[in-house]
Every structure is written in structure tokens, then in C-alpha cells.
């Protein structure tokens, strides 16, 4: 039972918390890109998709924060594509264009979205019902005081079509039962939409895990690197000839 409550309550906050993070997600990654891709032409947007992917990190790693809680094991470290040590400030900058983590970040934004909204929406709107529908006894009386004893709320219907009657006490029990189904139903609800956004999350923002470089890889690279060069030299030589 302990562990149950918990589980709501983990599943809660992850619900909740994660539209705060979502939102910004999906209308940056929404802005940059369109405003990237239509000034592309140009190279405007070229800069412009870099800094939106740029920007898209530092939301992808708070999502990223909040999954291992979710899903009860830890999640793997996007490996990031990092230009070489001598690049210079703008190739370092737009090297997020060339990198594939960078744009399932971006994707993420936009498919996280929709999910996190229901997601948020439902949440919010199950354990309102729940709690007043429980708690309905305590105050259900103030409300027909307000209305009168002709107004109601409509529970008498279901009272009366049930043989228990239209007395406060009757509409008190029906909704204090619905509320407990409410409660009941409660965990499995939470629970479902939490593993469907923590799948997309993990799916997207850690499918590229960071792996150590084997050794002598730097090595193998900076000597590549070297070969290039100097085969750009003996063309260049020959072409002069």
C-alpha cells in the first residue's frame, strides 16, 4: 500500500511538473525551426537552427531529470557531437546542426507536447473529482442551503431510480461511492499516462547513450585529419602544375 501511494505521488509530480517544461519545449522547438527553415535560404536560419537546438538541450535534460523516478531505472546520457578541438567559435556553434541527439531533442518538443497536456489536463481534472467527490458530505449541505431544498444537484434522480430515496444522506453516499471508485482508478490512470510520456522521453532523449571512446580513437582521428590535409596539398600542387 506504501508503495502504491508513493507511485501516485511520483506519478503526480511528473504529470504535473512536466507541462511547465513541455510548453517552452514545444514553442521553441515549433518557433526555430520554422523560422530556420524559411530563412534557410538566406543563412539566416542556419545560425537560428543551431541556437534552437542549442537551446532545445538544456529543456531535453530536464526532461530527462524526471524519468529515472518514472520508470525505476536510470536513463542513459545523450551523447552530444562535439567539433574538434581546433574548430573555430562558429563551426563549434553550428556543429549542433550535424549532430543527431541535437534534432530528436527538437523532435521531442514537439511530440511531448500533446502528450504532456492530456497528460497534465487529466490529472489535474481526476484528482479534483476525486477529492471533492469524497469529501462531498463535509460540504454538500452548504450547497443545497445556497440552492434551497428545491434546487439539488441532480443526484436525486440517481438516488430515487436507485430505491434509496432524495434525503441529503442518499446523495451523500452515491457520491461518496463514486469518489471512492474515483480513488480506486486513481493510481492505474496516473500510471498509464506516465509511462506513455516517459517512453516518448526515454525514446528520444537518451537513444543515443554516451559511449567511451576506444583507445587510440583520438589518436586514429588526428591522424586522419592530418592525411586529409596533406592530400589537399598534393592537389592543390598538382592543379598548380
Known sequence: MNKTFKQVGIDTTYLLSS???????????????????????IWVGVPVLAATLLAMRGLAAAGRVQLPAVLGQEVATPRYKRAPANATALRRF??????????????????????????????LAWWAATVSALAYPLYGWIILRAVGEDGGNG????????????????VAALTFLGGAVLA???????????????????????SLPEIEAPEGRDDLERRLG???EELTRVREQFAKA
Open 19 to 41: 507541462f511547465p517544461i513541455a510548453l517552452p519545449a514545444f514553442v521553441i522547438a515549433v518557433t526555430g525551426f520554422s523560422v530556420g527553415i524559411g530563412t534557410a535560404v
Open 94 to 123: 553550428l556543429t549542433a546542426i550535424t549532430d543527431g541527439q541535437s534534432w530528436l531533442n527538437l523532435l521531442w518538443g514537439v511530440i511531448n507536447f500533446p502528450v504532456a497536456v492530456v497528460g497534465f489536463a487529466l490529472t
Open 155 to 170: 443526484l436525486e434522480y440517481a438516488t430515487r431510480w436507485l430505491g434509496w430515496g432524495d434525503s441529503y444522506g442518499a
Open 184 to 206: 480506486l482508478l486513481l493510481p492505474l490512470i496516473l500510471r498509464v499516462c506516465a509511462l506513455m510520456q516517459a517512453g516518448i522521453g526515454r525514446g528520444l532523449l537518451a
Open 226 to 228: 592530418t592525411l586529409d
